[in-house]
């Protein structure tokens, strides 16, 4: 009794749950291939009235919860497994159809980072693809907000942004960091964490005259004033990229100056070049699951999947 | 000529760019309305020759770059704001077909978080959902790698998890955390971060005497025979939720132990209930692209939006 429960679809709290876990359940084995036989195979031996409970299962039982939830060490061990491991990175880049990647913008201030990586933000949205920036508004206000501007701090606020943007990436973002990032070691310590073709280099190779001559915020001014110490670039070192995956430089090949735009749009050729955007020979889940959408006025139909 | 590069549409690296970025363009106006006319009015100042270009950005032309980013600066600020400013959270909850939540789950070690947490995951992932798991296993070992267990450790553990979390829930993903978090105030911390419905407490309402049976682990053995100090429900408090969102109880209505799988439904039920998953009166960005990719053989058509 207690088995075939948890070997049955569930009775859900509204029909609509119902009907949703029931689909669910019925076409899991054709899309999730290499874990879906699991659950099936759980429910089966709940179904048959766990004749094959191991007896440490089936003893547990008369304490409660604890026996319930040995059911799913009934069989082997993979069926434990499939609900203690996340969904995989590679299933999310194909929901989203992109693969995650981490573009690390760093230059002077100045320099157009946050302008660019912007721009080729809303360039991705609008292409349908799934994105984050990290900058100092979201970070240094939230997460490092406990951090100055001591050399630990710094190395510190590198670490972190790298580690979240891991996260984003793992999760199959198209993430953007933009952060000067003047120190070598600080973003080659971030690009060890990432595996092989994750971590681009961007590197807005705009001259340190081109960015104090537009001083956005008015900050070169304060520096040569001598009212902010230590400023990259003018009493702190910048220390450039040695072979960045994207270099940004300020003028085209006839010699004029770029726009944001174009500078984006070079980013943006660059992740289509390199594969990280939508793969045209991979039908992705969201199209998938747009066009069953579509088709069964709204109602989820995953058959055939 | 500087301007008109600038407001033309930019000669691209690869034609399928140039492609992309000629239709982008031509369907900006229709998709993003309340921004979508500031480029567009940007371009035909420049396309225009400039005319009505502020003598500070032509001035600024003479040393190279710091002009041509003064272009956006030509006609009123918004003309600059719309580069700066990210992507808007709503219109990546559109693109994901979903909003942005923050499934706060805690309970006593033992009391299944991390099993329905990986489990209603998995349910979401194929339901078309794009989900975080933040749990021990990505956090520990890097964002919060240098923290250990005193009481201030503890604190900034679930403080730092929170802001990661937070940062999830911004780009719109169904954030899931599976932390013991056996401290009410740390929680609460958490919740003051987040705008209202932002964040969902999940109680795993387990009794120890269940957890303590289960004891996946062997923890609760070696709590009890003392080799490990401030362990959560033996030596240490575990502070519950006063009023959590979602409650999670072992058994059903009939006494009967419930499966994972049906705790992960009833999760996935107040989801849909209270309207974070697809709302099917707002046709999702997704399911356009989707349909327009299906439509126009591999090329981008966005006419139709």
């Known amino acids: 009794m207690r088995l075939s429960a948890a070997g ?8 609509a749950t119902a009907r949703l876990a029931s689909v669910r359940a019925a076409r899991a084995p054709c899309r999730v291939r290499q874990v879906a ?10 179904a048959s009235g766990g004749n094959s409970a191991a007896p440490g299962a089936a003893a547990s039982n008369s ?16 069926n434990i497994r499939w609900f203690e491991v996340m969904v995989e990175r590679e299933d999310k880049e194909r929901l989203l159809g992109q693969r995650g990647c981490m573009l690390w ?43 100055g501007f001591s050399a630990e701090d710094r190395a510190e606020n590198i670490r972190r942004i790298g ?16 952060f000067i990032s003047p120190y070598r070691a600080d973003r080659d310590m971030v690009r060890e964490r990432c595996r092989p073709g994750e971590f681009l280099e961007v590197h807005m190779a705009v001259p340190i005259e081109v960015c104090e001559a537009r001083d956005p915020k008015g900050l070169y001014k ?43 749009l070079q980013i943006l050729d660059t992740l289509q070049e390199l594969g990280y955007l939508r793969d045209p020979a991979m039908p992705t889940l969201a199209v998938a699951s747009a066009l069953q959408r579509k088709h069964s006025d709204g109602i989820l139909d995953f058959s055939c999947l």
């Open 222 to 264: 304060k520096a040569r004033a001598g009212l902010i110490k230590n400023f990259t670039g003018i009493d702190d070192p910048y220390e450039a990229p040695l072979a960045p995956e994207i270099a940004v430089t300020p003028y085209d090949e006839e010699g004029n100056m770029r726009s944001p735009r174009q500078m984006a």
């Open 37 to 46: 036989a699991v659950p099936a195979a759980a429910g089966a031996n709940g």
């Open 163 to 178: 580690e979240v943007a891991k996260l984003f990436a793992d999760s199959g973002a198209v993430t953007m960091t933009s």
């Open 8 to 15: 049955a679809c569930s009775p859900a709290h509204s029909p």
């Open 105 to 147: 913008f760093t230059g002077l201030s100045g320099s157009g980072k946050s302008t660019v990586a912007c721009t080729l933000e809303h360039m991705l949205h609008e292409l349908g693809h799934f994105t984050v920036l990290l900058d100092g508004d979201n970070i240094r206000h939230g997460l490092n907000k406990d951090l």
């Open 63 to 78: 304490n409660g919860a604890a026996g319930h939830l040995e059911v799913y060490r009934v069989g082997n061990a993979t």
